[in-house]
């Protein structure tokens, strides 16, 4: 047998995961359950949950469909966790990250100088998975003649490395994963019908945040309690903020609401002030015409106050006492914020 490269991608073991059974509410956040990795109290995710369940006692492959940032890899995470291979590897693989000419290298291996740039034998991650759980995501992405390698090792359990002749036998779960209808993707992407039949024994919906009623604050709370642990801090939401989550659909989903939390986060001091992402996204400078400034509904306070400082500054043309006067302040005061925002300009002759 030819010499073979040990190096593994990244590799999961179980253990880490919550005991088997029903959802358990979270501790701290009222109202909040959750199942293994997965977070939510919407009726669609305690349905998601059972489902979870059923199938991970089970060996059935899995196809998880639902849009960018909706968790699909948590949940083949969570089945992984659940079921009897959970002491063994979970490898999670973006189909849709890897070259096509590469992709059946990567999956099954190869052996030594089998194309050009094989200087050595690795084995693939079907082999690196044996025994646990391979999550394809992006599966769509795959080119459909690579499909079918793919199709006959779901079928048999047994593959060739690329340039090898030794039937090779693995005992993988396959999970995959797609953004996409599969109906769409087999008319459009050249996805086989037959692989998607393979794939989706037993298919799961991974639902938008959008449709997910409540988990909007009940999940930013989660996250802003971890945020706070981690640096030892006791920052809440705003008022606006809680509107916000609220308000906002959220089409980057959960991924969408975490990043957010998380730059607030970093943003405040005390209190987290959560824009409106389509606010947020209008926030301009302000519109001066003549002696009248517009500024943008949803523009932070801070950033309001600069514009209307340095808006005010130049329409007095730069005379800081001027300035100081029409915006009601000491000319000290003047300068302390103009020190803030990067204009530390030394008082003039006779000003203090």
Known sequence: MASIDLDSPTVTAGGDAAAPGKSRVTDGIAGLKSYGLLYGSSPVMLDLYDQIERVASTDATALVIGESGTGKELIARTIHDHSGRKDAPFIAVNCGAIPDELIEAELFGHEKGSFTGAVQGRIGYFEHANGGTLFLDEITEMAPVRQVKLLRALETGTFYRVGGNELIHSDVRVIAATNRDPAVAVKENGLREDLMYRLA????????????????????????????????????????????????????????????????????????????????????????????????????????????????????????????????????????????????????????
């Open 201 to 352: 024994v037993f298919p799961l919906r991974a639902p938008p945040l959008r449709e997910r009623e409540g988990d909007r604050e009940l999940l930013a709370q989660h996250f802003l309690a971890a945020l706070n642990t981690q640096e030892s801090t006791s920052k809440s939401f705003s008022k606006r903020s809680i509107e916000t989550l609220r308000t906002w659909s959220w089409p980057g989903n959960v991924r969408e609401l975490k990043n957010a939390i998380y730059r607030a986060f970093i943003l405040a001091e005390k209190t987290v002030e959560l824009p409106h992402p389509h606010l947020a996204s209008r926030v301009k400078k302000a519109v001066t015409q003549g002696d009248a400034m517009s500024v943008w509904i949803g523009t932070p306070l801070a950033d309001a106050q600069k514009q209307i400082i340095l808006g005010t500054l130049k329409y007095c043309g730069g005379d800081k006492r001027r300035a100081a006067k029409a915006l009601g302040v000491s000319l000290k005061t003047l300068y302390n914020r103009l020190s803030t925002y990067g204009t530390d300009d030394a008082p003039e002759d006779g000003e203090p």
